[in-house]
Every structure is written in structure tokens, then in C-alpha cells.
């Protein structure tokens, strides 16, 4: 045999979403020969999209995506597979009978006070309501209370955050909160990102184009059997850690989303996303998806309320806990993981942690490029080639 083919490796990647279609076309351009496996009917995992039938709108079947990144590597890389379209995510939320605009900035402010500030005068008026007695806040609700004081907290985060995570923001990390910023200008993007957009035709069309070379077969409706790891020089395995060890330890905490669809003639609520801040509303948030496509012109529209709660055994695992008790548990099957041979988990199920897209492709790919430099060093290939703690 000479040695291009020796070198030439079968790899097993098992889930069909980003994670699975990255590296298998980074491994795949290498001259490797990888077969993909989803359990599901179709590529895309949770990004997966499709245009509804009745209204021909495209509809992200598993909640909203939103594309947002500062990585230009990641950006550079889903241009090269799609038309990204320039979308900017502009959130509303009802609260108290009213709409005001999120993320909380100045208009928020001063619709909220009913009041007419300036960036300095609105920066003095938050800093007085403010809790200073909080100087290192641990918690959901310490950070909030030490961030915009308790009008504030209690209006718009509070019962929002209740119903999302099923338990109270004295009881979360700090951390949730601190992804969503506030401004004291009248900027309404969601995001902070440099780049923002959405695919022109759809997240599955994507990694369509991601999965086509000839070096990569896909199988779908096809469920990973542990005995699939002997058949292959190396698997890739962005399913559930703890499904991969049958749930030996017990099961790794996750939300999962009920959708409820509806259908309107005309425009529904006149934006992507108005969030339900309130306790007594039992939905978090309406996804009008018409508006996700505002290139596109529809008359009829798609909307999906969101509902959340704890994940039972059949239901799709949305967001990791990651509470304290789940962190004891995820330990113990980092370390049963790291014992296994030529598997490496990667992923948002893999590795038990919310990731957006363009950090599951930054990782993914840095994941491919570990295991082609570790072939020709002849290392060996660890559980987890990113951390996950
Ligand atoms: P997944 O997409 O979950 O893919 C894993 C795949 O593995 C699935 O297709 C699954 O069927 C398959 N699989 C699992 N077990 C097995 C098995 N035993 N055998 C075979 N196949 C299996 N990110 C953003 O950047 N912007 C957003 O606006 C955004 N919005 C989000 C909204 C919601 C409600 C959620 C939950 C996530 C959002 N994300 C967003 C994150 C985004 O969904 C993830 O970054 C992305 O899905 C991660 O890709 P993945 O390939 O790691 O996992
Ligand atoms: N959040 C809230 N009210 C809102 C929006 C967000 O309380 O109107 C809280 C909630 O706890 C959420 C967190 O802020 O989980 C992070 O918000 P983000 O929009 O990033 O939520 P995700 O995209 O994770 O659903």
C-alpha cells in the first residue's frame, strides 16, 4: 500500500449539525473517508430550518437562530457556504401592558421611567437604583439587583427568567445574565457582534453545501451503536454524554421547549421576537419567522409561542442546567470519557454546554485540526479536544 492510502482514515461522526458537518468537511478535504449519522430525518440538528407549507415561509423549526459572531475565520466560513444575508435581531418585550425594546437601553429606560435622559443623566439614574451593597454578585438576581436595581429587574428579567429555567434567579449563576448587554444609547441590537446575519436560503441549506464532497456519505434515521466504534479509525460523537454511557450516572439536566404554532393573514405581531417578561404569562416568547427573512415578501405569516420545562426522557434536550449537582455529575462522565478509545465528543450534547453556532464551528474546527496534526505525530486523540468544565 503506499502511504497516502495507509494515512487515509474511516471516520464515524455521529449528529448532523454543525458540529458533525465542520469537521466532517475539514477531514473530509483531507482526503479522509467519513460517514455521517443522524437519528433524525434530516441534517442541521437544532439550526435546522424548512419553508412551511401553508405560508412558504422559512421556519426554524427548533426556536430562533440568529448568526452573530466577532470570529472573521467563522464568518469568512459560513460565506463560503451561503449568502448571508444582513440581519439585524431587534427584540420587543411586553411587560405591564406595555411594549419596550430590548436589550434594556435608553429608550427603554426612559419609556420605563417615563422620564427624557441623556446618556449621563440615564447612567446616573440607573447607578442611584442600583444595590451597592452587592460588591460581588454571585447570583442571577445579585447581578441584576447590583447591575439595574430592582424596577428593573423585577419588570423584565425576573419572571422571564422564572419561566425559562424553572427556578429562581437566586438560584442561577451570574453568568446567564451577563451575556445580555445595557446601554445608555438608544442601540437596539441584540447582539454586540461585529458580523450578524442570517443564510438566504436557510441554516439546512448550509450545511447542505457543507456536507457536499464526495469523501462524505450521510445516513439519516440511523441511531449510534456503541459497536459502530470498532468499525472506524476514529468517531466523532456530538450526541448526549451521558446517552453515549446510558445514563449509568443518572441523566445531565436539561430545559426543553414545547412550540405552539399558529397561523395569521397579515403580520402577527410586526417582529422576529417580542419576549413575555411576565410570571403570569405561561410563554417566554412569540417567533413571528416571516421576519427572519426580510428580504423575502409574505403575506400570510407563521408564528410559534415558546413554551419551556424540565427535559423528561423523550423530549429533545434544548439548554443545559449546568447547575451545581449536574457539574458533579459531568465530572464523573468526563472521567468515564476519558477513557474511552477513538472517540472524541465534541458539540452542544457532547460536551453539556449552550453554544452558539459560531463557537460550535470554531470548535469544530479547531477539533479537525488537532486530530490532522495528532496524525502525524501518531499521538493519540483525547476525549475532548477543547474545555468543557
Ligand atoms: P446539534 O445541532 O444539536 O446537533 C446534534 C445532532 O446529533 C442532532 O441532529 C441529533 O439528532 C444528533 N444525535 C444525537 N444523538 C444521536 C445518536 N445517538 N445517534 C445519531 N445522531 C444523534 N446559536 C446561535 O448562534 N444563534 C442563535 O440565535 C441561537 N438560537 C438558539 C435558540 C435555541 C432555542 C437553542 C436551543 C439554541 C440556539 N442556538 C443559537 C445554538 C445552536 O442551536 C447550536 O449552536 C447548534 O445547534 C450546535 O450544533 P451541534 O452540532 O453541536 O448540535
Ligand atoms: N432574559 C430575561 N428576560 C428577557 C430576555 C432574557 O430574563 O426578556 C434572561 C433569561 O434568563 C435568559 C437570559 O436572560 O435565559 C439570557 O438571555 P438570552 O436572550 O441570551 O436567552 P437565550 O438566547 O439563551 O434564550
Redesign the pocket.
Known sequence: MNENKMNIKNILI????????VIARQLAEQGHVITV????E???????DERDQKTDVMV?V????????DNEVVWNYVNKFSVMMPYI?RVKATVRGQVFSLPINLHTINQFFSTTCSPDEAKNLISQKADKNITNPQTFEEQALSFIGSELYEAFFKGYTIKQWGMEPKDLPASILKRLPVRFNYDDNYFNHKYQGIPKDGYTQMIKNIFEHENITVRLN???CKDNVKEYDHVF????LD??FNYINGRLGYRT?DFEKGYYNGDYQGCAVMNYCSEDIPFTRITEHKYFSPWEKHEKSIYYK?YSRACTENDI???PIRQVGEMALLRDYLALAEKENNITF?????TYR???????IAE?MQTAEKYLDLLKTGETMPAFSVEVQ
Open positions: 455521529v449528529g448532523a449539525g454543525f458540529s458533525g458537518a449519522i443522524d437519528k433524525r434530516h441534517i442541521a440538528g437544532n439550526s435546522y426554524h427548533y426556536g430562533p437562530h440568529i448568526f452573530h459572531t435581531n440511523t441511531n449510534f460523537y456530538s450526541g448526549p446517552e453515549y421547549l415558546e434536550p434544548y439548554y465534541v458539540g452542544r450534547l457532547g449552550y453554544l452558539d453556532m459560531d463557537v460550535t469544530a
